[in-house]
Every structure is written in C-alpha cells, then in structure tokens.
T-cell receptor
C-alpha cells in the first residue's frame, strides 16, 4: 500500500465549477498535510497546508482534513482554465522528518 | 531570495558515465531534500539532510547513487555509473525546518542514453 494515495485522474470540470480532489494516507501518526500544484514541465509549488481536523479556506481553495478517516481533500471553487495542473497531496511522516507525496491528480478545467 | 537553485537544467549522457547534480538551498533553510520524478513512480524521496547531516537515505535506489552536503549552501547528487532507467527529473527542495513546507528548485531533466 502506498503511503499517500490519490486518484490519478484526469479530472475534468467546466470553468466556474467546483473541483474536488481527494487523498488518503496510511501513516496514522502523520500530523501535517500539504497540497502542491505542479504545472507541466515545472516544479511543485505549495498552495495549501492543513494541520487540524476540519476545513481551512484560502481564497478559492479549501483544504479539508479528517484524521479519523485518514482523508484529505482540496476543493477549488470557481475553477479557471489556469487551474489546470497536477495536484500533489503530501503528508509528513510520523517523527516529522519526511514529506511523502501521492502520485498526483491531473485536473483539466475546460473553458 | 533567489529560491532553490539547481544545475544543470538538462543533462544528456551516455550509459556508464558519471552524473553530478547540484543544488543550492534557500539561505537559512536547514533541511534539504532530493526527489526523483517519473511518470511511472511519481515523486520519490531519495535522501534528506538536516543541518548538513544525512538523516534518511532509504530512498536511494542503489549504491550507484550518492549524495553529499558539505556545507549549508551546497549539495550534490551523484550517479556513477548511470543507466537508462535513471532518466527522470531530479528535484532538490529545502525547508526552513523539518516538517515544514518545501520550496522546490527548477529540477534537472536527466536523460541517460
């Protein structure tokens, strides 16, 4: 079992819709979770992080964490074509030393 | 700040040759990570350093791979001898402290023919 799992997609949504990206993790001791965005041919860049159960909002982005279910999600409201990218879910392992990435979900926002 | 700086951006080499990838982390960051990204395996952690000391190299695939961090501003990842299956994008990333967000360099696209 991979430590961080994501649906590879692609996920296709129309412009203006809500995109929902999901992630599960296997290390129950993980405390910190991140969403990175990676455009084709570019390096990953952080867009959200979340440490506590519940929702965290930042502009059009909302991260959700449920530690009991070992589940992390990212919602993108009012999706724009510029949001088309691969979204990588990441977790810090028990001990707080390593950032482990999921395989990423490719998102396409159609104009 | 200039961000994490990697060199070269692209490297094309022949099987059996030595390859050295270089990284300069963000000043003041004390954790440095080397990742490899391929379509098949995604983003894999190879090794990470904290305060210039290698903490976990369990992701290094074989003895052909080695990494050093002689000081706080420089790290190298060496592959000797290189093989075609080493072809990938190699990213260096740094963070201010363990467990914090990562800042990635632009990556090195390695092609081993």
């Amino acid at each position: 079992q991979k430590e961080v799992e994501q649906n590879s997609g692609p996920l296709s949504v129309p412009e203006g819709a809500i995109a929902s990206l999901n992630c599960t993790y296997s290390d129950r001791g993980s405390q910190s979770f991140f969403w990175y965005r990676q455009y084709s041919g570019k390096s990953p860049e952080l867009i959200m992080f979340i440490y506590s159960n519940g929702d965290k909002e930042d502009g059009r982005f909302t991260a959700q964490l449920n530690k009991a279910s070992q589940y992390v999600s990212l919602l993108i409201r009012d999706s724009q074509p510029s949001d088309s990218a691969t979204y990588l879910c990441a977790a810090i392992n028990t001990g707080g030393f390593k950032t482990i990435f999921g395989a990423g979900t490719r998102l396409f926002v159609k104009a | 700040d200039a961000g994490v700086i990697q060199s070269p951006r692209h490297e094309v080499t022949e099987m059996g040759q030595e390859v050295t990838l270089r990284c300069k982390p963000i000043s003041g960051h004390n954790s440095l990570f080397w990742y490899r990204q391929t379509m098949m395996r995604g983003l894999e952690l190879l090794i990470y350093f904290n305060n210039n000391v290698p903490i976990d190299d369990s992701g290094m695939p074989e003895d052909r791979f080695s990494a050093k961090m002689p000081n706080a501003s420089f790290s190298t990842l060496k592959i000797q001898p290189s093989e075609p299956r080493d072809s990938a994008v190699y990213f260096c990333a740094s963070s201010q402290a363990e467990g914090e967000k990562l800042f990635f360099g632009s990556g090195t696209q390695l092609s081993v023919l």
